[in-house]
């Protein structure tokens, strides 16, 4: 089977929604697929072509201190409302438009399946430009909700959620397969795209590497990657009460936090008054974020309020079998059965792990997860 994937978020760029779409790929291609990937860069082993980013996301520096963005000017705030009006269903459709004229370059390959992979929900609309031109089928993996909880300031407006609701049904009822990572995205896709097949392909994580040292301190707690740039609605502030209490309590705990996080964010922690137990490490490469993640002692997890999926994160932490703590209220918490208990009682009485100790469920494998995929559109081609 040949899959051509389209994905705006792949490594080397640093993004927690490049792990799905990387593992995936490698996955189908270990069980006999042939993959092809457009994406905006991609790593060594990886087959596909390149579509650019225009402007590439600059990484902050871990331990700089926090410098506060310059007001934006009048003209760029005029762009950014003219990019947010004027360009449907987001303003990555310039890049999909790309991607798409990239795809034309894979000179002899002949997908059977076109698989796109969203945030952004744009990239949907490579699906049915390239089945068109390749006679393929097209899957479209859905990883957030598209209107019902959008992270786009724009979507708070009706009409512009009535006007991109079209946009959606007259995308996703083209699909001959949509994915969503769990029930409430793939509930959302049965209201847009009745009498789709619609299946659920949840997260997933691949076994972790080799620990690194994560340096001198007695018990290290890891959070990976952003707050509220990757949910406008999560804040800072329940992780940073929890920080506080728990270093009032022990002093020999020593919390990592690796990946990009705002200025205010970075102050917030350094206010905690945990002092050097706080470590900023900023974005780092996927393999080095594992490696970081196995040898840590336990993991600290949040989400906004309203929330109603569980971080892909998460299943990176289980696989590593660490004790995971919840840190804020929502039903995200019952959904990804979290211990109930206070966060700050929990990380007061978070032991050392020892090697091969484990705690909680066990997370799928992306091989799991490729081979699931391949019943379904296996399913779809006998109808």
Not at 319 to 341: N, Q
Request: aromatic share 6%; proline share 11%; hydrophobic share 45%.
């Amino acid at each position: 089977m040949n899959v051509l994937l389209i994905a705006r978020h792949f490594p080397p760029l640093v993004s927690g929604g490049a792990r799905r779409p990387y593992l995936l790929a490698l996955a189908l291609e270990a069980l006999g697929a042939e993959v092809r990937v457009v994406a905006p860069g991609l790593p060594p082993g990886v087959k596909g072509v390149v579509a650019p980013l225009l402007h590439a996301p600059p990484l902050e520096q871990a331990d700089a201190p926090p410098v506060p963005a310059p007001p934006p000017t009048l003209s760029a705030r005029l762009r950014d409302l003219a990019r947010s009006w004027l360009l449907w269903p987001d303003a990555e459709i310039r890049w999909v438009r790309r991607a798409v004229r990239a795809a034309g370059s894979l000179e002899g390959f002949r997908p059977d399946w076109i698989l796109t992979t969203s945030p952004p929900e744009s990239i949907h609309c490579a699906g049915p430009a390239l089945r068109r031109r390749h006679q393929a089928r097209w899957v479209a993996d859905l990883r957030d909700e598209w209107l019902a909880r959008p992270f786009r300031a724009e979507l708070s407006h009706p009409w512009r959620r009535m006007v991109e609701g079209v946009i959606a049904r007259r995308l996703l009822v083209r699909a001959d397969l949509i994915i969503g990572v769990d029930a409430v995205v793939a509930r959302e896709a049965r209201r847009l795209a009745p009498g789709r097949p619609i299946e659920v392909l949840a997260q997933f994580a691949a076994p972790p590497p080799p620990p690194v040292d994560l340096g001198p301190g007695g018990v290290h707690v890891l959070y990976t990657g952003s707050v509220s740039l990757s949910d406008p609605a999560c804040g800072i502030e329940p992780l940073c009460a929890a920080i506080a209490a728990t270093v009032r309590r022990r002093s020999d705990l020593v919390f990592h936090f690796v990946g990009r996080l705002t200025p205010e964010e970075r102050a917030a922690l350094r206010a905690t008054g945990a002092g050097d137990a706080v470590r900023l490490h900023g974005p780092r490469p996927y393999d080095e974020t594992r490696a970081m993640q196995a040898a840590a002692d336990g993991f600290l997890v949040t989400a906004a309020p309203d929330a109603t999926a569980i971080p892909g994160k998460v299943y990176e932490y289980r696989a590593v079998g660490a004790p995971i703590i919840a840190v804020g209220e929502g039903p995200w918490r019952a959904i990804g059965g979290y211990d109930p208990g206070d966060a700050a009682d929990r990380l007061s009485s978070l032991a050392k792990r020892r090697p091969g100790e484990r705690d909680g469920p066990v997370a799928d494998t992306p091989e799991d997860a490729a081979r699931r995929l391949l019943a379904m559109m296996r399913a779809v081609v006998r109808g």
